[in-house]
């Protein structure tokens, strides 16, 4: 059973969510329906028994702050809206102040892998790295970029979306733990993507790398939202 006691969660939702505008329209992504429920309601419930979740909130902030107000979650949630977009890696910069427990989990806001996150979190104790990231096999890796693992399950490298590749694929499941050591070099970086900018410019070996043969869905695509109801079905936090 999922135990996050103790653990500050850091959800990135501020994107513009280009790729799905047409669909949403005025709604931002993290609000996105999924049967009838905001996809944000379904992401804090599986967050429930954590200390906290700090939601790093961008376009259309106020909408996802007036649904908290008026839909009282299962956890403690924090909010932290900026000034303009910073990406993926800036949105958690500015979230620093906020983010206080060892390691913080960090996950992006439009994506769920159906797995135990407290296991999650005890395999990065056990690795005894500064960080980790969960990555999840997918059958058909050509709409993501791939994760290369080395020797003792360390990140070899990020290897850049490929849409003509077939076949499975161990990707990166946007789900990460990061230590204190880990947010001081983050703090330090520069760039807005926290793959491309931060993670893929630390040494090779740096991140512990926890795989998971488990279920993924993302939201970030029309075809991809269509699906997450059946996804959801019977699924169990």
Known sequence: MT????????????????RIAGVLGDTPKVLAPVDGRPFLSILLD?????????????HLAGKVTDWLAANPPPVPVETVIEPSPLGTAGAIRFALPKLGSDPVLIMNGDSVV???????IADHRRSGAVGSLLAVEVPDGSRFG???????????????????????????????????????????SEGPS??????????????????????????????????????FTGTKA
């Open 194 to 231: 926290l793959e491309r900018d931060f993670l893929g410019l630390l040494p090779e070996a740096t991140l512990h790398v926890a795989k998971r043969q488990a279920r993924f869905i993302d939201i970030g695509t029309p075809a991809s939202l269509a699906e997450a109801p059946a996804f």
């Open 46 to 58: 599986r967050l429930a028994g954590s200390r906290k979740v700090v939601l790093c909130l961008g």
């Open 114 to 120: 159906e797995t135990d996150l407290g296991s999650f």
């Open 146 to 188: 791939r994760v290369e693992i080395g020797a003792g399950g360390r990140l070899a490298r990020f290897v850049e979306k490929d849409p003509n590749a077939t076949g499975s694929a161990w990707i990166n499941g946007g789900i990460y733990a990061f230590t204190p050591t880990l947010l001081a070099r983050l703090a330090k």
């Open 3 to 18: 135990d996050l006691s103790g653990i500050d969660v850091a959800v990135i939702a501020g994107g513009l969510g280009t």
